[in-house]
């Protein structure tokens, strides 16, 4: 599929040499003149980007690929050797560090409490990766993707509430910055888990795909003709906070009957304690 939309401020040049790494990826190996069948653009452009690609070491050229007639065409692959991304991802009880190579295949990762207290917990978090980033010295990281099971705001960089963490307008972007080095990327963990699917998952093929997350939370992430859709408040599709019984039980945002009182993992915890007539609990996933 086509790659995910990318912000407006990006030159020509930075939006064809993100598409052509991300059909590199999807569909490697494979040739620059297949490239450039599939993208539309000029053999001339492909080939300017693919050898500036391969000079970054981002790229690597493997065996030749098979041609009708003529000279055989060198085939494209990710150098998935190239270098790494940190990712973060923020859960009420439990927050995970993982490395992943180029093609989204994790390496390691460890994980964290998550601590009530946001202040707290990004001292914590910052203190952590800086230990994680110590402990792997040879890792060359791209960047640090955190996700946050809540609404971000693109424009300020923030988190702007997350009512199962209790959380508002806290800036975790710069405090990691800050404590890395590292540029970091914020996006709401279903908005995420879609762009994942879209780009490494079996449905990568579809330009229109949702994917509703069932956690401590319900959310829900969009593609619509290979473009993620936010909104204009960057909460387009959620559901998880909608009421459908104003009687129901009370709700972490405060509402009663949201959906998430009904079908989260919570949810199931409750009813399932509720019929014990006792406390229930499960370790992490």
Known sequence: MPPIAITSTET?????????????RARQPISRAEIARQTGLQPSTVSLITEQLIRQNWVTEGAAGQAPRGRKPRLLYLNVERARILGVDIRPA???IAIADPNGRVIT?????????????????????QAFLRAHPRLVCEGIGVTVPGGVDHARRRLVAAP???WRDIDLKAPIELATGIPVELENAANACAIAEASFGTHREMKDLVVVTVSEGIGTGIISG???VRGASGLAGEFGHVSFDERGPLCSCGRRG???VYGSNTAALRAYSEALGRTASVGPA
Do not use: K, S
Request: positive net charge; hydrophobic residues 35%; aromatic residues 6%.
């Open 12 to 24: 020509v040049r930075d939006v064809n040499r993100h598409r052509i790494l991300g059909l590199i």
């Open 94 to 96: 439990l927050t995970t």
């Open 109 to 129: 990762y460890e994980r964290m409490p998550t601590a009530p207290q946001p202040r707290l917990f990004v001292r914590n978090l910052c203190r952590r990766l």
């Open 164 to 166: 199962n963490l209790g």
């Open 226 to 228: 290979g473009r993620l």
């Open 258 to 260: 949201c959906w998430e």
